[in-house]
């Protein structure tokens, strides 16, 4: 059984107050302010800092959240084996995905894993990929699909995937060489992408082209972008499946050089060790095989 204060530390951390956390563990406000003061007087210093609008954690306090985080996926490990060894397929997976992923594998994942473990819960992270790869390295996610990090230290990284990178154009937009988009078609033209896109395989592209960053505008979302540039208000930069349920009267153009984004599964060495994460795991691996046997996607010929 994991001690109370910790189980009150992560939620009032997830929640964002006392209140809410008192809400989900279904306990008094009063009890949470106790048992969090009972955490501080222990460890003799304060995690979190109060205010109107609620809390978050002080220096301290994020000093010890990974280690906490740990003794709780700890508990989670240990009950999943005992459970496995009653015979019991029961537990938590906690998945991150970027949007294109959540739209377009979670569905069949977690559909596919709940027909053989239907005790197991899952639950579902959107968020960009610095936020996923920092949630595994804390602990925060079992797993996560994110950009192939730059810096994999103390996190399991797997390069599961190549997207290719398209240009996004309106439907008068023409090519010189009528096939794919060059340097010389891109003068006086804006791109529009998303903030969290403009970094390391998607900038290389940019960069290849002579975009400068004066000529970049910013979106919301991937199907905002489409909407943007099927308005004429620039040219957009998409990967391949990103456009896979994207709607809009735009042309989907190559670049003249290919560029692809890497797509990684992320994991911690100790997560990886849940019997749940792992078998997760395995059907990740054998989406992607099944669906990119060439471990490559693109618009032309997407492998399936």
Same mark, same amino acid.
């Given at each position: 059984m994991l001690p109370f204060p910790y189980l009150v530390?992560? &939620?009032v951390l997830e929640q964002g107050t006392f209140y809410k956390a008192s809400v989900v563990l279904n306990v008094t406000p009063s009890a949470i302010s106790? *048992?969090?003061?009972?955490? +501080?007087s222990e460890l003799g210093f304060p995690v979190?800092?109060? *205010?109107r609008t609620g809390v978050k954690l002080t220096p301290d306090g994020q000093k010890i959240l990974p280690l906490i985080q740990e003794i709780i996926n700890d508990q989670n490990r240990l009950e999943q084996v005992a459970q496995q060894i009653q015979g019991l397929d029961t537990g938590l997976i906690r998945i991150g995905a970027? *949007? *294109?992923?959540?739209?377009?594998?979670? @569905? @069949?994942?977690?559909?596919?894993?709940?027909?053989?473990? @239907?005790q197991v819960k899952i639950s579902v992270r959107q968020a960009g990929f610095n936020e996923i790869t920092e949630a595994v390295k804390s602990g925060q996610l079992d797993l996560g699909l994110t950009m192939l990090p730059e810096n994999d230290l103390g996190i399991t990284v797997e390069k599961i995937l190549e997207d290719e990178i398209y240009c996004i154009a309106p439907m008068n937009f023409q090519v010189k060489n009528g096939h794919s988009v060059s340097e010389e078609d891109l003068v006086n033209y804006n791109f529009i992408l998303q903030q969290s896109d403009y970094d390391l395989? &998607?900038?290389?592209?940019?960069?290849?082209y002579s975009i400068k960053s004066t000529a970049i505008q910013f979106s919301i979302d991937d199907q905002s972008i489409v909407a943007m540039v099927e308005a004429g208000l620039g040219l957009g930069i998409l990967p391949a499946l990103?456009?896979?349920?994207? !709607?809009? +009267?735009?042309q989907i153009l190559p670049f003249s050089t290919p560029f692809y984004r890497k797509i990684a599964l992320v994991t911690s060495s !100790? !997560?990886?060790?849940a019997p749940s994460t792992r078998q997760m795991i395995k059907n990740v691996h054998e989406l992607i095989q099944q669906q990119y046997p060439t471990g490559r996607l693109t618009m032309v010929n997407d492998d399936k």
């Open positions: 530390f992560r &939620t106790h *048992s969090v003061n009972q955490l +501080e979190f800092v109060r *205010s970027f *949007s *294109s992923a959540c739209i377009n594998w979670l @569905p @069949p994942l977690i559909q596919t894993f709940a027909k053989s473990y @239907p395989d &998607t900038k290389a592209a940019l960069d290849h990103a456009l896979q349920k994207m !709607q809009g +009267e735009v !100790q !997560q990886r060790l």
